[in-house]
């Protein structure tokens, strides 16, 4: 996404955090992904000040950026946090931080861009922590689809590289070991006075392939633009069991121990 949408990133990372209110987390390290600018990283610091943070930012976002909005929220993300651009991510389908190192991934408007999702919550898998969380909001199938009647020879549609909905992303978190998945999804309805500000943002969303239009062309475009948002979080639960297979689960001989009687009982 890019910056003629940043209000709805910040509209959808401010509904993600209250629908958080309901889960106890003690995050001692989070990591954002992507972090816009450094907006998420402000509202999550609120929420836990205490916190260490990683983020992967978006193109665009200057290390000046960062710096900035670390200093406006808290000293110890300042020098104990670190960043990575998203592009690192995109080419090397790894996060630059360690396995088993964050308590909480949060996760806006991404997964719709990602050609694999599930490398992703595999990724989220392989960095968090024992009972740590991911949370995370993406556009779902039905975004724009107004769009899809239009037979404009300048304006053809582009489908999400992620048309998940929300009951294959929940039967996906748990083909990925992630515990207790719980999904939602609400639609938002987008009105516009000008076609140029709907051409920007079907831009911004990636939903078109688009030339310049001609006036009588952008006459019958629409006025409204439907987005359906979908939010999930899921648990990082049994990290020590090996992934199942055929409906039996494996335990890492690592995590077998022998119990002892003492010499005096």
Not at 160 to 182: A, I, N, T, Y
Not at 210 to 217: E, K, W
Not at 225 to 243: M, P, R
Request: proline share 5%; net charge negative; charged share 25%.
């Amino acid at each position: 996404m890019t910056q003629p949408i940043r209000w709805l990133q910040d509209e959808i990372a401010d509904r993600m955090l209250q629908k958080l209110d309901i889960v106890k987390l003690d995050a001692k390290d989070i990591l954002i992904v992507p972090d816009f600018a450094g907006k998420h990283l402000e509202m999550l610091a609120k929420r836990f000040p205490k916190a260490r943070t990683f983020s992967i930012t978006e193109t665009g976002v200057s290390g000046f950026q960062m710096w900035r909005a670390k200093v406006m929220t808290n000293w110890r993300s300042l020098f104990a946090g670190n960043t990575s651009p998203l592009a690192s991510y995109a080419s090397s389908g790894r996060f630059d931080i360690p396995d088993n190192s964050v308590d909480l991934v949060f996760s806006d408007l991404l997964l719709q861009d990602l050609a694999d999702p599930k490398h992703f919550l595999q990724e989220c898998w392989r960095v968090l922590r024992e009972g740590g969380l991911l949370t995370f909001s993406y556009l779902g199938p039905d975004t724009g689809k107004e769009l899809r009647s239009l037979e404009l020879t300048g304006l053809k549609q582009k489908n999400l590289l992620s048309p998940w909905d929300m009951h294959d992303m929940g039967d996906v978190l748990l083909g990925e070991r992630f515990s207790d998945p719980v999904m939602d999804m609400e639609y938002l309805t987008l009105d516009y006075e000008k076609s140029e500000l709907l051409l920007a943002d079907i831009d911004a969303l990636k939903l078109m392939h688009s030339d310049p239009l001609t006036v009588p062309q952008m006459s019958v475009l629409p006025q409204k633009l439907t987005l359906e948002v979908v939010y999930g979080h899921a648990w990082a639960l049994g990290k020590h069991l090996a992934k199942a297979k055929d409906n039996v689960a494996y335990i890492d001989p690592n995590q077998i121990t022998r119990k002892t009687r003492s010499d005096s009982a």
